[in-house]
């Protein structure tokens, strides 16, 4: 390995799969997810929830936070989720130096809450980090629910952070899971890296083992590693080492294709959602159907069924004249087809996401700013994510009232792309030219959100 390292003048390897907290990458919204966590970590949000695919650095986040988290907040750290109910009251208690010994479930957890109460009178706030939380039995969800009740009369003793796997979310889709899921305030959402990304990713993580020469990954590579790994971190570390190995065997410097092909033949990696054989049946019940369609459209028409026979031998049903209630709502059409992002909320169903006051507030301003913006001004993308991940906006907002004009900074709410999505954006400008000049000045903690100017007519 040392060879390996003095070949391309590294300090350390820069591709381990085991957490390392040097090599965090804030791209990607990692770093605003991190400053959302804390801030709802901080702030008594009550239970908060983490999720992504395996490899997508749930673990590495865990970790952060773990450094990151100011000197008051004390953490206990739950590594393994497969612990009993009972055995996770003796985790805690064993963390909080409570003696367990003798003690039933219930004197357990009056002897725990007591020590909270004693660490919330001094000034301490407890935080208990949950890895790997979707494997965890039922009853230890359950307790895990009960924890979250202890409390003084004016806060929650106790904060709790769930790292898990998209799995999770269904079990607490479950109807026996929704007092846990109903007590699940920030919802955060670790998505696959895009090929930028990938792309920034190995880059930052050479430099920060000592690299100093051009990027040896060829475009190419970065291409092939991107769909390879499926835009997972731990994979593209996987590929990236392999590959590196695989050039400095062959004596080369520089990461090609044909390095990222004997990678990717080593790793053998299973695709994340493997697709399901062809059923034909589904295609042909819908074929042989098309005649009784037709019949039931003549019937409901008021016309004779031969007469859709007669005009089309094939059987298949003439189009339908538009009815006079479509024909008068012309505007929906147009909304269905447009690629553009709006500020309207999803209307079909009832709305059960419960935005945050600092979001609430800048829904407020943009309701109040787009009124009157004219459709060539600029202005400048910084946030656009789901509208479930309330955590995540708030907490991107709150940093970024810290360091902008908080009068300038807007959010707004879209569901043309056929997703509840939440943007929020900066400032008005004249042109496309200001938009970019100010977006230089941002500050690095904006910047690593990666904003990018858009023209106010996409709005509408």
Request: glycine share 6%; net charge neutral.
């Amino acid at each position: 390995m040392s060879l390996y390292l003095e070949h391309f003048g590294l300090r350390e390897p820069p591709f381990r799969i085991t957490p390392h907290t040097d090599f965090f990458f804030t791209g990607a919204n990692r770093g605003p997810t991190l400053d959302a966590l804390i801030y709802a970590i901080t702030q008594d949000e009550g239970i908060v929830k983490v999720t992504g695919e395996v490899g997508s650095g749930k673990t590495m986040l865990c970790r952060m936070l773990l450094e990151r988290l100011p000197e008051n907040v004390e953490t206990l750290y739950l590594a393994n989720p497969s612990l009993s109910r009972q055995e996770i009251l003796g985790a805690i208690a064993d963390e909080l130096g409570v003696p367990v010994e003798g003690k039933a479930t219930h004197s357990l957890t009056r002897a725990l809450q007591d020590a909270l109460i004693e660490r919330y009178a001094g000034g301490k706030r407890v935080v208990l980090l949950i890895d790997e939380a979707h494997a965890m039995p039922a009853e230890s969800l359950e307790e895990i629910r009960l924890l979250s009740n202890l409390e003084s009369k004016a806060a929650k003793l106790l904060q709790i952070a769930l790292f898990a796997q998209p799995e999770l979310d269904e079990r607490l889709a479950a109807t026996d899971m929704r007092q846990l899921r109903e007590r699940i305030t920030q919802h955060f959402n670790l998505a696959p890296l895009k090929q930028n990304d990938v792309a920034a990713y190995i880059e930052f993580r050479l430099r920060a083992a000592g690299y100093h020469g051009p990027n040896p990954f060829t475009a190419e590579a970065v291409t092939m590693i991107t769909k390879i790994s499926e835009g997972l971190s731990r994979r593209i570390n996987i590929l990236a080492d392999k590959a590196l190995l695989a050039a400095y065997s062959s004596g080369t410097h520089q990461v090609g294709s044909s390095e990222i092909k004997i990678a990717a033949q080593d790793a053998r990696f299973s695709p994340l959602k493997p697709q399901a054989p062809f059923n034909p049946k589904p295609l042909l019940w819908g074929v042989t159907g098309a005649g009784v369609v037709a019949l039931l459209a003549a019937l409901i028409a008021g016309s004779p069924p031969h007469a859709f026979l007669e005009a089309d031998p094939g059987n298949a049903p003439p189009p339908l004249a538009p009815q006079p209630q479509q024909a008068a709502q012309p505007g929906k059409r147009l909304q269905a087809l447009s690629l553009r992002a709006d500020a309207q909320a999803p209307a079909s169903t009832p709305d059960k996401i419960r935005f945050a006051p600092l979001t609430r507030q800048h829904f407020s301003q943009y309701d109040q700013w787009i009124a009157d913006a004219p459709n060539n001004h600029y202005f400048i993308q910084l946030l656009a994510t789901d509208a479930s991940q309330t955590g995540e906006i708030e907490g991107f907002l709150n940093r970024a009232t810290a360091v902008l004009d908080a009068s300038q900074i807007r959010a707004y709410r879209s569901s043309l792309s056929g997703r509840d999505r939440v943007g929020v954006i900066f400032g008005d400008y004249d042109s496309r030219e200001e938009a970019v000049a100010a977006m230089q000045t941002l500050p690095e903690s904006i910047k690593a959100a990666q904003p990018f100017p858009r023209q106010v007519s996409k709005l509408r």
